[in-house]
């Protein structure tokens, strides 16, 4: 059966209205700017005509979504509005006025109108409130809702608990810096406390809070399960689909989540979270590719520089940086100001080595704003490309200063230390990277090289088993894992991570079959050794690639069957005439091969024959001493 396709209509535009207004009063800055670019993105047309909403009062805290789970739990047909449950209200229970009453979805009116009462009733202290938020007064909030009743105020106090209590972990952090007693990351100790606050909550604003908790104490499955219920009242509010993606480690676990969502599987917003999920693993595929040109047609958001810097992104990640970087330009067209993912663009200028569109890019930038990470990143790409490593380095850390949790820099910072041979700052750089984002595979793959360069192989070895893991399908690193095995005489070992990398690879690349070939020859495997010798001449001749590039390979081949006992005289001839009427190298070997070898080869093959005697005991040991 076809799957109908989305179309956003003006359901959706009313229900991306309401985000922008209600994650912007709870300072949930981000998700309102996701909410509001996502409305501009849509034709004018679209969103012109205003839709009427019949509301109970003036407390909104969701809207109406498809439902696609049969549960009772997941319905939205009572959603709307959906007052905080006092079983979410009572772990706040300063206040001996709350009701003690469990709301369920489908409250009734007059639970409804009392919480809109008591909305009404803390509007003002709600309001200055909010201008503490916007100025980081996260204590002053706490202490003004305290005496509050109404369920936005008590996300805001719980939120802005949470935000302070990050605040003092970071600067009990610092305070530790270049001693052993620093962990490796901030370790906020109050979340714990702040769990109890929400434990028992229904309310899909505090369930995303519950689920923010949960996430940060690595109680993923807990995380999820209150994530999915938030998103079921609550479906637009980006934030807690940020935070189910952090619970995730791998494609699998995507895979196994999507059918537990409680939206259709053709729904912008699932769609969204796969694509961008993927992304943050490293891993889309062409699939991703699909999903963002459903979500960037007419029906949806076609005009969406989010969703077109998610489709730049899945571009970068499949190394196609001619496409990547068109994507990022028709945003700049757009929106020559906008900074998010700006730091992509830099560095697909930085591989395709464009200095001139990076140096252009690092001035326009500067001069918007110098003190953002992204942007710092993008004048350490260019000092980078032009070999100043110690100023890309001041560059990345200053970025890492701005946004400790910025993978990038401390990415790119050990990347400038191992080009300056400093191979125990890059070390300490990689880790850092790890510490923030132990699913980024680009850290570990770091971690790895620079181990080999102190010649720690084992230490080596480990790092990139860590990468293919998250990796499974990168041919560069099981390459680079193959070349550690073979540094510690593993040769056995270094052949197979080399066949994993055909796996990912070029069906018409060489190189692999090559340094497969010659750890086949090393191991005395000559029958394998010459069958990915005679890959290479099939795939070079079928690119019609010159015979200087296939020459050595086409004499090994023959050799292996003239001398070593493949059999296949008729194809050792032929290859042997293509290199001898050649101007390679091998002519030489290819003339001998020839004039004295092929033809003893073909009076053994016609006495064998007229003996019946299909083997010769310990010929290819005899014979063995000859190949070379």
Same mark, same amino acid.
């Given at each position: 059966?076809?799957?109908?396709?989305?179309?956003?209509?003006?359901?959706?535009?009313?229900?991306?209205?309401?985000?922008?207004?209600?994650?912007?009063?709870?300072?949930?800055?981000?998700?309102?700017?996701?909410?509001?670019?996502?409305?501009?993105?849509?034709?004018?047309?679209?969103?012109?005509?205003?839709?009427?909403?019949?509301?109970?009062?003036?407390?909104?805290?969701?809207?109406?979504?498809?439902?696609?789970?049969?549960?009772?739990?997941?319905?939205?047909?009572?959603?709307?509005?959906?007052?905080?449950?006092?079983?979410?209200?009572?772990?706040?229970?300063?206040?001996?006025?709350?009701?003690?009453?469990?709301?369920?979805?489908?409250?009734?009116?007059?639970?409804?109108?009392?919480?809109?009462?008591?909305?009404?009733?803390?509007?003002?202290?709600?309001?200055?409130?909010?201008?503490?938020?916007?100025?980081?007064?996260?204590?002053?909030?706490?202490?003004?809702?305290?005496?509050?009743?109404?369920?936005?105020?008590?996300?805001?106090?719980?939120?802005?608990?949470?935000?302070?209590?990050?605040?003092?972990?970071?600067?009990?952090?610092?305070?530790?810096?270049?001693?052993?007693?620093?962990?490796?990351?901030?370790?906020?100790?109050?979340?714990?406390?702040?769990?109890?606050?929400?434990?028992?909550?229904?309310?899909?604003?505090?369930?995303?809070?519950?689920?923010?908790?949960?996430?940060?104490?690595?109680?993923?499955?807990?995380?999820?399960?209150?994530?999915?219920?938030?998103?079921?009242?609550?479906?637009?509010?980006?934030?807690?689909?940020?935070?189910?993606?952090?619970?995730?480690?791998?494609?699998?676990?995507?895979?196994?989540?999507?059918?537990?969502?409680?939206?259709?599987?053709?729904?912008?917003?699932?769609?969204?979270?796969?694509?961008?999920?993927?992304?943050?693993?490293?891993?889309?595929?062409?699939?991703?590719?699909?999903?963002?040109?459903?979500?960037?047609?007419?029906?949806?958001?076609?005009?969406?520089?989010?969703?077109?810097?998610?489709?730049?992104?899945?571009?970068?990640?499949?190394?196609?940086?001619?496409?990547?970087?068109?994507?990022?330009?028709?945003?700049?067209?757009?929106?020559?100001?906008?900074?998010?993912?700006?730091?992509?663009?830099?560095?697909?200028?930085?591989?395709?080595?464009?200095?001139?569109?990076?140096?252009?890019?690092?001035?326009?930038?500067?001069?918007?704003?110098?003190?953002?990470?992204?942007?710092?990143?993008?004048?350490?790409?260019? $000092?980078? #490309?032009?070999?100043? &490593?110690?100023? %890309?380095?001041? !560059?990345?850390?200053? +970025? *890492?200063? @701005?946004?400790?949790?910025?993978?990038?820099?401390?990415?790119?910072?050990?990347?400038?230390?191992?080009?300056?041979?400093?191979?125990?700052?890059?070390?300490?750089?990689?880790?850092?990277?790890?510490?923030?984002?132990?699913?980024?595979?680009?850290?570990?793959?770091?971690?790895?090289?620079? $181990?080999? #360069?102190?010649?720690? &192989?084992?230490? %080596?070895?480990? !790092?990139?088993?860590? +990468? *293919?893991? @998250?990796?499974?399908?990168?041919?560069?690193?099981?390459?680079?894992?193959?070349?550690?095995?073979?540094?510690?005489?593993?040769?056995?070992?270094?052949?197979?991570?080399?066949?994993?990398?055909?796996?990912?690879?070029?069906?018409?690349?060489?190189?692999?079959?090559?340094?497969?070939?010659?750890?086949?020859?090393?191991?005395?495997?000559?029958?394998?050794?010459?069958?990915?010798?005679?890959?290479?001449?099939?795939?070079?001749?079928?690119?019609?690639?010159?015979?200087?590039?296939?020459?050595?390979?086409?004499?090994?081949?023959?050799?292996?069957?003239?001398?070593?006992?493949?059999?296949?005289?008729?194809?050792?001839?032929?290859?042997?005439?293509?290199?001898?009427?050649?101007?390679?190298?091998?002519?030489?070997?290819?003339?001998?091969?020839?004039?004295?070898?092929?033809?003893?080869?073909?009076?053994?093959?016609?006495?064998?024959?007229?003996?019946?005697?299909?083997?010769?005991?310990?010929?290819?040991?005899?014979?063995?001493?000859?190949?070379?």
């Amino acid at each position: 059966m076809t799957e109908v396709a989305f179309k956003v209509d003006g359901e959706v535009i009313a229900a991306l209205r309401n985000a922008v207004r209600d994650c912007s009063e709870r300072g949930l800055s981000f998700a309102s700017k996701w909410a509001a670019e996502l409305l501009c993105s849509l034709p004018s047309s679209k969103r012109r005509p205003e839709p009427t909403i019949v509301a109970q009062s003036d407390f909104h805290t969701s809207t109406p979504a498809r439902p696609r789970s049969p549960r009772p739990s997941l319905s939205f047909a009572a959603q709307t509005p959906a007052a905080i449950a006092p079983e979410s209200v009572h772990p706040f229970s300063v206040n001996p006025n709350l009701a003690d009453v469990s709301a369920l979805p489908g409250q009734s009116p007059e639970i409804l109108q009392q919480e809109a009462e008591w909305e009404a009733e803390d509007a003002d202290h709600i309001a200055m409130a909010r201008t503490f938020m916007d100025s980081k007064e996260y204590l002053r909030v706490i202490h003004w809702l305290r005496p509050c009743r109404s369920a936005k105020a008590a996300f805001l106090r719980v939120y802005s608990q949470y935000l302070e209590s990050e605040k003092k972990a970071l600067r009990d952090w610092y305070k530790l810096e270049n001693t052993r007693e620093q962990p490796p990351e901030p370790v906020n100790t109050s979340l714990h406390n702040l769990l109890e606050l929400v434990r028992n909550a229904t309310d899909p604003w505090l369930l995303f809070l519950k689920a923010l908790f949960l996430c940060r104490m690595s109680r993923r499955e807990e995380a999820i399960e209150s994530a999915i219920l938030s998103i079921a009242q609550y479906p637009w509010n980006w934030s807690t689909w940020a935070a189910l993606g952090d619970c995730l480690s791998d494609g699998d676990e995507l895979s196994s989540l999507l059918p537990l969502l409680p939206l259709p599987s053709n729904h912008p917003l699932v769609l969204m979270f796969q694509v961008k999920t993927l992304n943050s693993l490293n891993s889309p595929s062409d699939n991703e590719l699909t999903l963002c040109d459903r979500l960037l047609s007419d029906d949806c958001f076609p005009r969406s520089m989010w969703i077109m810097a998610l489709r730049g992104n899945v571009l970068y990640y499949l190394h196609d940086f001619t496409a990547a970087e068109a994507q990022f330009r028709k945003i700049l067209a757009i929106d020559p100001y906008r900074v998010d993912d700006i730091d992509i663009l830099s560095n697909i200028l930085y591989v395709s080595e464009n200095n001139n569109a990076l140096s252009k890019l690092a001035h326009d930038y500067l001069a918007i704003d110098k003190d953002r990470p992204e942007i710092c990143c993008i004048i350490g790409n260019y $000092y980078s #490309l032009r070999a100043e &490593h110690e100023k %890309a380095v001041k !560059y990345f850390k200053r +970025a *890492t200063q @701005l946004d400790r949790s910025y993978l990038a820099a401390w990415t790119l910072m050990g990347h400038e230390f191992v080009e300056m041979k400093n191979s125990h700052a890059a070390i300490e750089a990689y880790r850092k990277a790890v510490d923030v984002n132990k699913k980024d595979y680009r850290a570990w793959y770091g971690l790895a090289q620079a $181990y080999e #360069l102190l010649g720690m &192989h084992q230490y %080596a070895l480990y !790092y990139y088993q860590h +990468a *293919t893991a @998250l990796r499974p399908y990168d041919v560069r690193i099981w390459q680079a894992q193959g070349m550690c095995y073979e540094e510690m005489g593993r040769l056995k070992e270094a052949a197979e991570c080399l066949r994993r990398a055909l796996i990912g690879a070029d069906p018409q690349e060489t190189t692999i079959h090559s340094k497969l070939a010659k750890l086949h020859h090393d191991l005395g495997e000559y029958a394998e050794a010459a069958a990915y010798h005679r890959r290479i001449v099939e795939v070079c001749r079928a690119a019609q690639k010159p015979i200087q590039e296939w020459s050595k390979s086409a004499v090994y081949v023959a050799r292996y069957h003239i001398l070593q006992g493949g059999g296949d005289l008729a194809l050792a001839r032929q290859y042997l005439e293509w290199v001898a009427v050649s101007n390679a190298e091998e002519v030489t070997q290819a003339n001998e091969l020839l004039r004295r070898h092929l033809p003893a080869a073909v009076m053994r093959q016609q006495q064998q024959q007229q003996q019946n005697t299909t083997n010769v005991p310990g010929r290819a040991a005899s014979e063995g001493a000859s190949f070379t």
